[in-house]
Structures are given as C-alpha cells and as structure tokens.
C-alpha cells in the first residue's frame, strides 16, 4: 500500500476525440420546456456544448489542480486517488473531505487552500488542517475500479485504512457531503475512536429510514425544511430509479455522448443547488464542465453510477449496539436548499450532536456554492474538538 504521486495529463487524443463528439452534437427536438419541466433545457445544452468547443480550456483547469499534490494507492485491490495539502499552522489536524455524486474531489476546491492556510484567507493558523481529498472509489482518478461490492459502507473502511496505515494519522476528522455525509457518518460509527469528530454537510444517519420521518416531526421553525423536502423528493427520483436498478444500460448511452453527460449531470446541479433556477448563479460555467469533463475523461460514469446499485444490495448493519448510531461528536450543516433535509428532533434521536447550524445559503453541493460558510463551520466544530485531550 504505497502511495505514488502523479499529475494529471489527459492525452491530447482524448481532449481531440471529445472535441469531435461534441462537434457531432444532434441535439433532442425540445420545445414548451422553457422551465426545465421536461428536464434539461435543449437551448441551454447547446450553449454548453458550443462553450465546451470554443471557450472551455481543460488544460487551464488541469493546471490549476496539478498545483496540488495529487497521490494514487490500491488499497483492498480499489484504486483510490486522492489529494494532499499540508496545512500552514502550529498543529495541523489531518482531516478527510468526501464529496458525493454528480460530485468530484474537484467540488472542494474553494475550500482546500481556506482549511489548510487559514492565515492566508483571514483565519487563525491555529484552525490549520492538513486536508486530504480522495476521489470516491470508481469517480475520477480512482479508477479503474474491476471490484464490485463498493459502495459507502465499505469506502469508510477504505478511509479508515487510508487516514490511519497508509499516512499514518493516529486521529482525524471528518467531513463529507452527499455520499461523502454517508461515508463520514460510517467513520463516526465504527471508527468513532480514531476520530476527533464528524462534519456533514448533508445529514446522513446509516441505518434510518428517511421515509418514516413525517412532517410532524419538523419544528414549527422548520417548517422550510420540510416544504424543501417536498419540492425536492420528485426531482431526485428519476436518477434514483435508474442508478439503483440498471445503471449498467444508462452507463453505455452517456458513456458514447459527452452531451448526453452533461444533460444528465447539469441538470441535477440545477435541481439540488440554490440557485433559483439559474445554474450559472450557483457554479461557473467553467465549473460545471471541468466536473463533467473529470467523468467523461476519467471514463468513470459508469462505475460512479454503480455506487448507487451496490447500495440499494446491501443493508447497513450497525457494527455495534451501542447508542447513538454516530458516536463519534458530529456537526450538522444544514443548507437551505439541500434535498432532504431532517429535523434537529430526528438528527439528536441517532448522533451524538454537538453542532447544528442553520446556513444562510447553499444547496445540495455546499462546498462548492457556499464554501466560506463552510470553511467557517468546520474550522468552529473543530477548534473545540481539537482543544480536548485524547
């Protein structure tokens, strides 16, 4: 299990082939769907595609992440990437940020530098983390994944292995949202001890049946939460449907179409973000193309979307019997525009809840479209953490 370091160097093959594909674009006859009601609006598609072609320079953005230490380690026959920065302080606490789907490690970007130089962003270095940003398992660079089987519950241990044998933490923190809240609350499960605490920017609890949370159970002051709920539920079905049932099939369609990718993945940052249905006003264009250009070029859909199909095959079963569920001290971010979001009663009921913070913005991709809201959160939670003996 020896890391080795590399760079990011996509062939100029692959950068002319995706040029071709998307010159080649025949667009879906789209009409009455101004609103998005049908899903992804066909004009704006193909102002993306032609911005794809004309204005979009990977090699910049390749650039910017090559800035970065990138490192790659098989662990448990899984390829797994991730990112290093060192943090700039007295005592750095090494923590591991996990991102989810339709993300990349690339949606922490805004936050990596803030956490690991907080003097140089208007912080105390004091609140310095070494951060560490791995690519989940079949996203990416972490790849290519031949294992099948992974999905949250064993990508915790693959963290665990990764934080503790190969860079030798003997402590860390957490944080993560989306998929990366439901591997950061397995570590607060089965992993409390080798934890100073977790951060989740979703609120992930293994184990909870988010269906039998009913809307009683949200405070008079929640009342936003749970009509959030509501709106959101439908607009995560259809990916829901098909990721968990036959992913395989959808893989082989948006694997050939780079535009067919960007259809499938823009949309859902439209529908999860705040962004009043605008998507530009919550992620750059350049943003939103680098993540689509990251699957596309990594050639990762298919294997990022099978995530969900090895979910829906394994039950969690809790590895202890002790109470709460998330042992380990836990900080909820809540964004307002997030796409399930749970009351403060049901979150205390399985986590030992030592933080619960209302955001004043942000959605389902809260590193990336509230990032100082979040660097703020996670620097508060931990300062207080790291402070306690061992």
Not at 321 to 344: C, H, K, M, N
Request: glycine residues 6%; hydrophobic residues 40%.
């Amino acid at each position: 299990m020896k890391p080795e370091s590399f760079r990011i160097e996509i062939p100029d093959e692959d950068l002319v082939d995706l040029s071709n594909r998307l010159k080649r674009f025949r667009a879906s006859s789209d009409f009455a769907n101004d609103d998005w009601r049908y899903g992804m609006n066909g004009s704006y598609l193909r102002e993306l595609v032609d911005y794809w072609i004309d204005g979009f320079d990977w090699r910049r953005e390749e650039a910017v992440m090559n800035a970065f230490e990138h490192w790659r380690v098989e662990i448990d026959h899984v390829p797994i990437h991730y990112l290093k920065k060192s943090g700039v302080g007295p005592n750095p606490t090494p923590i591991v940020l996990t991102h989810g789907w339709p993300w990349t490690f690339w949606d922490y970007r805004y936050v990596i530098e803030p956490l690991a130089d907080p003097a140089a962003h208007g912080g105390d270095p004091a609140d310095a983390f070494d951060v560490i940003v791995p690519s989940l398992p079949g996203f990416g660079f972490s790849s290519p994944l031949q294992k099948p089987g992974i999905n949250w519950i064993k990508t915790a241990d693959l963290w665990s292995t990764l934080m503790t044998d190969v860079l030798g933490h003997e402590r860390y923190a957490a944080a993560g949202g989306d998929w990366g809240a439901f591997v950061t609350a397995q570590l607060g499960h089965k992993y409390a001890d080798q934890l100073y605490g977790v951060h989740e920017a979703f609120p992930a609890i293994p184990g909870l049946n988010y269906y039998d949370v009913a809307g009683e159970d949200y405070a008079p002051e929640e009342a936003d939460l749970y009509a959030r709920r509501l709106v959101c539920e439908p607009l995560s079905a259809s990916h829901m449907a098909v990721h968990s049932s036959d992913p395989q099939t959808l893989a082989y369609a948006l694997e050939d179409s780079p535009a067919g990718l960007a259809a499938w993945i823009v949309e859902r940052r439209r529908n999860w973000s705040d962004c009043g249905g605008n998507v530009e006003s919550a992620f750059t264009r350049d943003h939103l193309l680098t993540t689509v250009s990251l699957f596309w070029l990594t050639r990762t859909i298919g294997t990022s979307m099978r995530f969900y199909w090895e979910t829906a095959r394994e039950p969690w079963r809790p590895s202890h019997d002790r109470r709460p569920t998330i042992e380990a001290p836990a900080a909820f971010a809540v964004l307002p525009q997030d796409v399930f979001p749970l009351p403060r009663k049901t979150v205390e009921q399985h986590v030992n809840l030592q933080r619960w913070s209302r955001l004043a913005r942000g959605g389902h991709f809260g590193a990336a479209e509230a990032p100082d809201l979040i660097v703020d959160d996670i620097r508060a939670f931990f300062r207080e953490r790291r402070a306690l003996p061992d």
